[in-house]
């Protein structure tokens, strides 16, 4: 079992950073692939970014390639997504999700965290 709790989300311009963090508890969390999907209001949850246990394979949503990067700290049991030049579509709920391998696939993914919210004004 894999618990996963996000942080980090708040209001922001457009144009601004943020960075969230999604803490995991066990001691297994290099074992797990990690990713981060994102869900507006009335939309269905997109993907963002996954990366692999070991922290040398990463993907992105083209939407997202070149302001988002998606990083671990496997002795943190932390992985971050850095957020720059954000703009109000960007604005939702940003999820983190564990799983034993990477995928775009929100389906595929084992455990879930509660979402943090990142709002961002125009």
């Known amino acids: 079992q894999v618990q996963l709790v996000e942080s980090g989300g708040g209001l922001v311009q457009a144009g601004a950073s943020l960075r969230l963090s999604c803490a995991a508890s066990g001691r297994t969390f290099s074992t797990y692939a990690m990713g981060w999907f994102r869900q507006a209001p009335g939309k269905e949850r997109e993907f963002v970014a996954t990366?692999?246990?070991?922290?040398?394979?990463?993907y992105y949503a083209d939407s997202m390639k070149g302001r988002f990067t998606i990083s671990r700290d496997n002795a943190k049991n932390t992985v971050y997504l850095q957020m720059n030049s954000l703009k109000p579509e960007d604005t939702a709920v940003y999820y983190c999700?564990?799983?034993?391998?990477?995928?775009?696939?929100?389906?595929?993914?084992?455990?879930w965290g509660q979402g943090t919210q990142v709002t961002v004004s125009s």
């Open positions: 990366i692999s246990g070991s922290g040398g394979t990463q």
């Open positions: 999700a564990a799983r034993r391998a990477v995928s775009r696939w929100y389906s595929e993914y084992d455990y």
